[in-house]
């Protein structure tokens, strides 16, 4: 998705990416939005847990789950994308579906030998990763509920913007704010300090989510004009990164500032002096 986004970014609007094929739609915002990306300072070194490992495992054994309880060929089935289009299902049935069979909070691996009907050497060997081989138990439920709810924020927020109302952006606001909880509750890859600034975000009336991976990193908030984000900006300054350890001697505004969609990245002809 980054990289995608780092091609395909187009000024002014935000853009719907998706895949198979590889596609962008323009996704216009409202003159007023703008948008603040607020670094929480914290770090994870993902490369040494297996935390997003898992969560990829979890998505795929999920999907296989639903796959056989559908009575399809699930071995060839490991995307929820591919699911729903063997299923013919919209977003909002593969929710029900999730909520139908993946009834369990958590899944241990004998029970997942037991429905997969597999020998644990296979299982192991064909359904978990390098790092993830020593787990034993797992959040299916969680993460399929997680993707499935997302994808319909996501259409709703291409929804919205195409109909504008005067209501749009606090719309848009209320969907960044679901998809945080969402991420945190139950892809459950966020961070105290990634929590601590969307709370301080509701405070002031501003949607934010946590960006990228997660574990760490930065928050991106949507607000109602500039003379909000301006507001918002001196509030995180004291409300958080004045006694945060990570922020003593750093320039701030390096770590917390407004920005706007702007044009992805473009090949440069020298000779003509084209923008291709």
Known sequence: MDQAIAFLAKQGTAQFIEWNPLKATPVHLPNNAVFVIANSLSEANKAATSDFNQRVVECRLACRFLAKKMQLNWRDIWRFADLQKALNYSLEEMETLTNTYLTQLVYTRQELLEMFE???????????????????????????????????????????????????????????????????????????????????????????????????????????????????????????????????????????????????????????????
């Open 118 to 276: 597999m020998e644990r050497d296979d299982f192991v060997e064909n359904l978990l990763t390098a790092n993830t081989r020593q787990s034993e138990v797992f959040k299916l439920r969680q993460r399929a509920l997680h993707v499935f709810q997302e994808s319909i924020r996501v259409k709703t927020f291409v929804e919205v913007a195409q109909s504008p109302t005067d209501g749009t952006i606090h719309l848009m606001k209320k969907l960044m704010r679901q998809s945080h909880e969402s991420l945190r509750s139950l892809y459950e890859c966020s961070h105290p300090n990634l929590d601590q600034l969307v709370e301080l975000s509701d405070k002031l009336g501003v949607g934010a989510r946590l960006t990228g991976a997660g574990w760490g990193g930065c928050i991106v908030a949507l607000c109602d004009g500039v003379d909000q984000s301006l507001q918002y900006i001196d509030y995180l300054k004291d409300a958080y990164y004045a006694d945060l350890a990570q922020a003593q001697g750093r320039n701030l505004e390096e770590v917390v500032f407004a920005t706007s969609p702007q044009r992805g990245a473009e090949i440069y002809l020298e000779k003509s002096g084209v923008i291709g």
